[in-house]
């Protein structure tokens, strides 16, 4: 595959391409779920909170970010403890927000949340 940089575009195009491929995945394995459960089937929506239920229980708990501070602390020396504890801090970020969507989605799924 070709890199962004060829057609004169910027690196970061590379994540816009993944993202909309990944939207089409998604998109398209949505599609191919069942509408309705018929007698021995599962409906789409018990398919989906077992997969939401799935993924909640392989996310890992938050980094401890203090603790990581007190093994590693930011020096100017050890410029990798900087951004080992910057990248700590995202990751976490983003740990969250996929838990909250995640839990979002099952209520959802319920009905007790407007998604």
Known sequence: LAHPEVFGLHANAEI???????DTLFSSILLTLP???????????????DLAADVLSKIPPDFDC???????PVMYEES?????NQ??????GLI?????????????IVGLVVM
């Open 35 to 49: 509408r309705q459960a018929n007698g021995a089937g599962r409906s789409s929506n018990d398919i989906l909170d």
């Open 96 to 108: 969250r927000v996929i838990r909250s969507s995640l839990k979002s989605l099952r209520k959802a």
């Open 16 to 22: 816009s391409k993944d993202q909309k491929q990944t």
């Open 80 to 84: 990798m403890n900087t951004v080992l």
């Open 66 to 72: 203090e603790e990581v501070l007190r093994r590693y």
């Open 87 to 92: 990248e700590l801090v995202r990751f976490n």
